[in-house]
């Protein structure tokens, strides 16, 4: 194992590298098809999720958001068949990138996108919702504890190996109280909450020694840099959820986040210059989680500017995702993606 463990290949460069794929190629692909996949679910879920909390905040109805609502649906779906076909055909490869030291922690993206799905129909079916809740939490409690044990009992992690996408398993424990307070399930949303707030201090304490004091991250894990936000700004909304005010514990979540916000903002030009890797997902879900806080943080408090600012995020993150989707889909048509490391 290498320490610049990959998300995905290099993308080719060569002519007969767009050639039709012969089946045994498309099997290939399936193999290496990447768990990760399912961060363009949160993606396209917290862009689905802010704009929901726009027309909230606004009174309004954009008659957009249903369609944001069947596309994140369609997506999930389409992912799910595919990567339940590599757990039937591949099941080795699956094995294997539960023992990656960097493609574990993206495993918990599926359970996340269950959370955030129950979050998207909260409202309109509650009764869906209720169901993607349970399977999801059920999932992440599942998804949590392996990768603690992988973490705890490992033969082959190192220092290198760590990255900010070790945070995933923690924040998908933290978005669980967002649906489940109002389906009903408070102490239950208190237990997942408490354990994503547990495992951010001393993971954000492992991640700052890693790029303060080792070599830097490769250039394709860059952009997880972004997910730093996601836990402050979703175990906002989640404390909020919970407790039903702004107290003293909820600023510091918030501030949190939006210090890791301006703090990445201001290396724009640095991010501008990396190459594109599903990786790049990691600036989706962050970004409207933070989006979302902002908006909220307006509503509890009555300050207009957090407004302003979180329909600024807003109006971003919705160019950032039509990006996303179309690199990926290039990527997709030129064989980047899902090939051998």
């Given at each position: ?302 300050n207009v500017g957090f407004l302003y600012f979180g329909f600024g ?7 950032i995702v039509v990006l996303l989707l179309v690199q990926t889909v ?12």
């Amino acid at each position: 194992m290498t320490t610049q463990a990959t998300l995905t290949a290099d993308m080719p460069q060569s002519a007969a590298a767009k050639a039709p794929p012969t089946s045994a190629e498309s099997g290939k692909r399936l193999e290496h098809f990447p768990a990760a996949f399912f961060a363009m679910v949160m993606g396209f879920a917290g862009l689905t999720i802010a704009w929901e909390k726009a027309e909230a905040v606004l009174r309004a109805d954009f008659p957009f958001v249903p369609w944001l609502i069947g596309a994140t649906t369609l997506l999930f779906a389409g992912l799910a068949l595919i990567y339940a076909a590599k757990i039937l055909l591949h099941p080795g490869a699956v094995r294997a990138e539960l023992r990656h030291p960097v493609r574990l922690n993206f495993m918990p993206t599926i359970a996340i996108s269950l959370l955030l799905l129950a979050i998207v129909y909260l409202h309109t079916a509650p009764a869906a919702s209720q169901w993607l809740w349970i399977t999801g939490a059920a999932l992440q409690l599942g998804f949590t504890l392996f990768v603690i044990n992988s973490w705890i009992h490992h033969e082959h992690f190192q220092i290198l190996h760590m990255n900010p996408a070790w945070f995933i398993p923690a924040v998908g424990n933290v978005l669980v109280p967002v649906a489940g307070v109002p389906l009903g399930y408070e102490l239950t949303s208190w237990f997942f909450f408490s354990i994503g707030i547990l495992l951010w201090p001393v993971l954000l304490t492992i991640v700052f020694n890693r790029v303060l004091f080792h070599q830097p991250l490769p250039e394709r894990l860059m952009p997880t840099l972004f997910i730093l936000i996601a836990p402050p700004a979703v175990g906002f909304i989640a404390y909020v959820r919970l407790t039903g005010g702004v107290d003293v514990f909820a600023q510091f979540l918030y501030f949190s986040a939006l210090f890791f916000t301006l703090m990445l903002t201001t290396q724009v030009t640095r991010f501008l210059r990396i190459r594109f890797y599903l990786s790049w997902w990691a600036y989706s879900f962050p970004l409207a989680a933070m989006s979302i806080a902002s908006m909220l943080m307006a509503e509890t408090t009555g300050n207009v500017g957090f407004l302003y600012f979180g329909f600024g995020v807003l109006t971003m993150l919705s160019g950032i995702v039509v990006l996303l989707l179309v690199q990926t889909v290039r990527a997709v048509g030129t064989r980047g993606i899902c090939m051998p490391e």
